[in-house]
């Protein structure tokens, strides 16, 4: 972002300062025929950011140049300013992009319109009320393309975390008679209050309660090295007298500089447990370096989640150098 604001400086020396003269230019700067040269991809990042700092003065200009540009590279960035300066009159623009032939725009409509869009400024008043995005996301749910109907999904999971019954009444409303291809984007939209165990989420894809369900840990080793794996074995039980519709996720908690314990969530398996039923399933977690995480050495806790709510924890010690330690974990519960 660094770089592209450092090339949009010297498109700003090197433009007119005429800014629709300045529109025309860029917009010729496109491939005009499919296989024609222009500039196309992270090249119109910088394109994007000059936009958006001068064309707000001539809005439709900039809005019709910022969709002529996204089938080269996609102008979500751009738009959001206009967005912030006047949600209504952009809104109504955008909205009229959902029918747009070319799935490039359709996708700039709801990506665009994203609350939280990652890299990109946010949209404060949509995250405090994201209703008036609805009739696109909604427009947009059936779309032939995955790649647009993923950026439904995207942005109904950004509403998820300011709006969570927005979401699970949107869901609900869409789910009867569903396509497979939008029951996968409903459920990639909840994700996030899927992993929270937010009860309307799991209750729309059929994870109920869990009375009478039961679930025993065991770790194969209560000592972890770094670049190690954590071997876990769980048993379920299904005590109850009805078949219990059961999600699996475990959380493990992270030791953090300060030594504080701060869980991540991840999936495991989906599954319905007969009555009077039991299972033995098994799950390796490799402790290895990633560019998202730092491990710090010492105590570890490991959550298993049934439809949200911990059934069985179990605490391990981290080494960082292999070396012994005299951690004593605690006893593994159910």
Same mark, same amino acid.
């Given at each position: 972002?660094? %770089?592209?604001?450092?090339?949009?400086?010297?498109?700003?020396?090197? $433009?007119?300062?005429?800014?629709?003269?300045?529109?025309?230019? +860029?917009?010729?700067?496109?491939?005009?025929?499919?296989?024609?040269?222009?500039?196309?991809?992270?090249? $119109?990042?910088?394109?994007?950011?000059?936009?958006?700092?001068?064309?707000?003065?001539?809005?439709?200009?900039?809005?019709?140049? *910022?969709?002529? $540009?996204?089938?080269?590279?996609?102008?979500?960035?751009?738009?959001?300013?206009?967005?912030?300066?006047?949600?209504?009159?952009?809104? #109504?623009?955008?909205?009229?992009?959902?029918?747009?032939?070319?799935?490039?725009?359709?996708?700039?409509?709801?990506?665009?319109?994203?609350?939280?869009?990652?890299?990109?400024?946010?949209?404060?008043? +949509?995250?405090?009320?994201?209703?008036?995005?609805?009739?696109? +996301?909604?427009?947009?749910?059936?779309?032939?393309?995955?790649?647009?109907?993923? &950026?439904?999904?995207? &942005? *109904?999971?950004?509403?998820?975390?300011?709006?969570?019954?927005?979401?699970?009444?949107?869901?609900?409303?869409?789910?009867?008679?569903?396509?497979?291809?939008? %029951?996968?984007?409903?459920?990639?939209?909840?994700?996030? *209050?899927?992993?929270?165990?937010?009860?309307?989420?799991?209750?729309?894809?059929?994870?109920?309660?869990?009375?009478?369900?039961? =679930?025993?840990?065991?770790?194969?080793?209560?000592?972890?090295?770094?670049?190690?794996?954590?071997?876990?074995?769980?048993?379920?039980?299904?005590? &109850?007298?009805?078949?219990?519709?059961?999600?699996?996720?475990?959380?493990?908690?992270?030791?953090? =500089?300060?030594?504080?314990?701060?869980?991540?969530?991840?999936?495991?398996?989906? +599954?319905?447990?007969?009555?009077?039923?039991?299972?033995?399933? #098994?799950?390796?977690?490799?402790?290895?370096?990633?560019?998202?995480?730092?491990?710090?050495?010492?105590?570890?806790?490991?959550?298993?989640?049934?439809?949200?709510?911990?059934?069985?924890? =179990?605490?391990?010690?981290?080494?960082?150098?292999?070396?012994?330690?005299?951690?004593?974990?605690?006893?593994? &519960?159910?």
């Amino acid at each position: 972002m660094q %770089r592209a604001e450092q090339i949009r400086a010297a498109l700003d020396r090197t $433009l007119p300062a005429d800014f629709p003269l300045a529109a025309d230019i +860029l917009e010729r700067a496109l491939p005009q025929d499919a296989g024609e040269r222009g500039l196309a991809g992270w090249a $119109l990042l910088p394109v994007n950011q000059f936009v958006a700092l001068h064309g707000l003065g001539h809005f439709d200009r900039s809005l019709a140049l *910022l969709k002529r $540009l996204t089938p080269h590279f996609t102008a979500e960035f751009g738009i959001r300013r206009f967005i912030a300066t006047d949600q209504d009159r952009a809104l #109504a623009e955008i909205a009229t992009w959902v029918t747009d032939e070319n799935h490039h725009v359709r996708r700039l409509a709801s990506e665009g319109t994203r609350p939280r869009l990652p890299w990109a400024m946010r949209l404060p008043a +949509l995250i405090c009320d994201p209703l008036p995005i609805l009739p696109i +996301l909604t427009a947009l749910v059936d779309d032939p393309e995955d790649y647009v109907r993923r &950026s439904v999904a995207n &942005s *109904l999971n950004d509403i998820a975390k300011d709006h969570p019954d927005v979401v699970t009444d949107f869901v609900a409303a869409h789910l009867p008679a569903a396509s497979a291809e939008r %029951r996968q984007l409903l459920r990639h939209a909840s994700r996030t *209050l899927l992993k929270q165990g937010n009860a309307a989420a799991l209750g729309n894809f059929g994870f109920g309660g869990t009375a009478g369900v039961e =679930a025993n840990l065991i770790l194969a080793a209560a000592e972890i090295d770094y670049g190690g794996t954590l071997a876990m074995a769980v048993t379920l039980v299904n005590r &109850s007298d009805a078949p219990r519709n059961l999600m699996i996720d475990y959380a493990i908690h992270h030791q953090k =500089a300060n030594g504080t314990l701060v869980p991540k969530v991840f999936k495991w398996k989906q +599954l319905e447990l007969p009555a009077g039923a039991s299972l033995a399933i #098994a799950r390796d977690h490799a402790i290895r370096p990633i560019t998202t995480r730092r491990y710090y050495p010492g105590a570890h806790r490991v959550d298993i989640l049934v439809n949200g709510t911990v059934a069985a924890t =179990a605490d391990f010690l981290l080494r960082m150098d292999g070396g012994p330690s005299d951690f004593a974990p605690a006893k593994t &519960s159910a």
